[in-house]
């Protein structure tokens, strides 16, 4: 692809009046003549039937000469024929393909669009690019904020040199991640200036107040610990979660076990039973990543138990380990078992759920070096067990 294609002039268009992209389009007879070899062809029309998301195919001019069904839905059209011969952001409705007379790719936006820097490696490079293009649209008088994920794959079919645009609306998933990312964001100041505060008050507090403002400050560390493991857990990245091992009794590990699943509203009308251990002993582990585990193994036993069922919580002491149980009467159906501990698998059957079981594995194995196993038959129940080295 020549290179004049393409300007590299930074804050003046170049003589035929482009900041980007060649304005250059083929006259309505080449492009008939274009539409005709092109959309007849065996292969194109295959591609356009099975690609199950949205499909554009452009020439060397970037203009359209075939669309899926798929995305004429998308675009709003009723016959792809009204959009032969645009470019992608003219059908879009940019509103930068306005701007120039050359259209889409000509404007000095359109140096930093996704949609148009994608087209330009596959005719200049002659390989394939992904970019995201944050787009805004206007229809019926309504602004939209749309964020594409713009595939350009160079196609050579027979002499007519091609590219196939594959585009996925990922609008939702971005507002999404910037909603979640805002959240965790602000979430996280705030919580840095209530430890801070909560260790400034546990310091400085005297007489009955000092239990009460220790346990502010345990307690809202712990909070900060959770925060930062569930978004470890949403991203599955870890390499910026290190374990803060600390010494804890065992026995206040169940303690705090009991009150933190006793108020879940899976706890209503179903009775907890917490065996100690007979022998009280010091751990050196993460409390707040402990009780993580734990707390997932007791919720889930407290969802597969009937109303005035139990479920039954143990830690029994061995000279190199601990290992916690939690028993519920309901079994685990086979099928079910072998995928437990799968991300996303959940039986509840609603989107959201499915990171229980995974994260209990996760944090209880990679996390804290432990070992987080089940058993269930239909006449013991189900046990989930959680071993840790002492």
């Not at 900041?19 to 539409?35: C, I, N």
């Not at 003219?90 to 949609?115: D, F, I, N, Q, W």
């Not at 971005?174 to 705030?190: G, I, K, P, V, Y």
């Amino acid at each position: 692809m020549p290179p004049s294609l393409f300007s590299t002039v930074e804050n003046a268009p170049t003589p035929d009046g482009t900041y980007f992209a060649s304005p250059e389009r083929l006259d309505t007879t080449a492009l008939r003549d274009q539409l005709d070899d092109v959309t007849k062809h065996p292969l194109l029309n295959s591609l356009l039937g099975v690609v199950g998301g949205l499909l554009a195919v452009l020439n060397t001019h970037r203009q359209i000469l075939a669309i899926n069904e798929n995305l004429l839905a998308y675009l709003g059209g009723d016959a792809a024929g009204t959009l032969l011969g645009l470019r992608l952001g003219e059908a879009l409705a940019c509103p930068h393909a306005k701007e120039m007379a050359g259209g889409c790719g000509t404007s000095r936006y359109c140096k930093t669009c996704g949609a148009a820097l994608a087209q330009a490696v596959a005719l200049h490079h002659c390989k394939s690019a992904e970019r995201l293009c944050a787009l805004e649209t206007e229809h019926n008088g309504t602004r939209h904020d749309l964020v594409l994920r713009v595939r350009a794959t160079p196609l050579t079919l027979d002499h007519h040199q091609l590219i196939l645009v594959f585009i996925d609306d990922v609008t939702r998933q971005q507002q999404s991640a910037l909603s979640e990312r805002a959240f965790h964001h602000d979430l996280n100041n705030t919580l840095t200036s209530l430890l801070h505060a909560s260790e400034t008050l546990a310091e400085d507090a005297r007489g009955q107040v000092a239990g009460l403002a220790g346990e502010v400050h345990r307690l809202t560390h712990r909070v900060v610990r959770e925060v930062q493991l569930h978004r470890q857990l949403v991203a599955t990245e870890f390499d910026g979660l290190k374990p803060e091992r600390g010494e804890v009794r065992l026995s206040s590990v169940l303690d705090d076990l009991r009150a933190q699943i006793g108020h879940h509203p899976a706890a209503h009308a179903k009775r907890i039973v917490i065996v100690q251990p007979r022998e009280d002993r010091t751990l050196v582990t993460d409390a707040a990543l402990l009780l993580r585990v734990l707390d997932n193994m007791a919720i889930n036993a407290l969802e597969a138990t009937r109303q005035d069922g139990e479920i039954r919580i143990r830690a029994e002491v061995a000279p190199a380990t601990v290992e916690f149980s939690v028993w519920n009467e309901a079994p685990i159906p086979p099928e079910v078992g072998l995928r437990i501990f799968q991300r996303n698998f959940s039986t509840k059957g609603a989107l959201g759920r499915g990171l229980g079981t995974y994260a209990m594995k996760l944090v209880g194995e990679r996390l804290l070096g432990g070992q987080v196993a089940f058993d269930s038959s239909a006449l013991d129940g189900t046990t989930f067990r959680f071993r840790l080295p002492l």
